[in-house]
């Protein structure tokens, strides 16, 4: 069992910044792939970042070049750096681990980008 728990979210204006912060419980963390993802109001959950225990990272193609997805193994963390926010953006965002096991999520934590 792996559990994650999900912070850094808030309402932030069109522009600005958060950095999304997730923790996993587990001496291994270093083995899973780690993943950000999002769900609006009335649409699926999207893939939006996502690394491998390597470091090997992809993007949705609408945040590239603004978000940027990275882990930190001796704090069992990843963490999703969000830049350049849109309202489109707006949504809440869940980190889920990859594991041998399967796959764990998180609560997830809202991120609302509002004037």
């Known amino acids: 069992q792996v559990q994650l728990v999900e912070s850094g979210g808030g309402l932030v204006q069109p522009g600005g910044s958060l950095r999304l912060s997730c923790v996993a419980s587990?001496?291994?963390?270093?083995?899973?792939?780690m993943g950000w993802y999002r769900q609006a109001p009335g649409k699926q959950r999207e893939l939006v970042a996502r690394?491998?225990?390597?470091?090997?990272?992809n993007y949705a193609e609408s945040v590239k070049g603004r978000f940027t997805i990275s882990r930190d193994n001796a704090k069992n963390t990843v963490y999703l750096q969000m830049n350049s926010l849109k309202y489109e953006d707006t949504a809440r965002y869940s980190c889920k681990a990859d594991t041998a096991y399967g796959g764990y999520w998180g609560q997830g934590t809202q991120v609302t980008v509002s004037s």
């Open positions: 690394i491998t225990s390597g470091g090997s990272t």
């Open positions: 587990g001496s291994i963390f270093s083995r899973y792939a």
